[in-house]
């Protein structure tokens, strides 16, 4: 088993940077691909970024390209969601999920098995 703990969220105002945290524990050797989900008040969670163990085969989805960054830490159970210049609409709750696949493109939600209880990220106006 693999549990996954997210850490960094916040109350920030509109342009302003968060960093997220994922710690992995457990089984970790049998995580492949990890990403960043987020789901906002009365929508869907969706993708958000996404990185294989090997630190490439890196994708973002669209809202946020060019503003956020998944990168993985030296130890192979990190992983963060470097988020600049937020704006109101990237209010949601975010988790973390891990992949026992090796997910050469954007993973669908039920390729991840492992998923964080999830941390709250606020924009204000």
């Known amino acids: 088993q693999v549990q996954l703990v997210e850490s960094g969220g916040g109350l920030v105002q509109a342009g302003d940077s968060l960093r997220l945290s994922c710690a992995a524990s457990?089984?970790?050797?049998?995580?492949?691909?990890m990403g960043w989900f987020r789901q906002a008040p009365g929508k869907e969670r969706e993708f958000v970024a996404q990185?294989?163990?090997?630190?490439?085969?890196?994708y973002y989805a669209r809202p946020v390209k060019g503003r956020f960054t998944i990168s993985r830490g030296n130890a192979r159970n990190t992983v963060y969601l470097q988020m600049n210049s937020l704006k109101p609409e990237d209010t949601a709750v975010y988790y973390c999920?891990?992949?026992?696949?090796?997910?050469?493109?954007?993973?669908?939600?039920?390729?991840?098995?492992?998923w964080g209880q999830g941390t709250q990220v606020t924009v204000s106006s």
């Open positions: 990185i294989r163990d090997s630190g490439d085969n890196i």
């Open positions: 999920a891990g992949s026992s696949a090796t997910l050469g493109r954007i993973g669908r939600m039920d390729e991840y098995e492992y």
């Open positions: 457990g089984r970790t050797f049998s995580m492949y691909t």
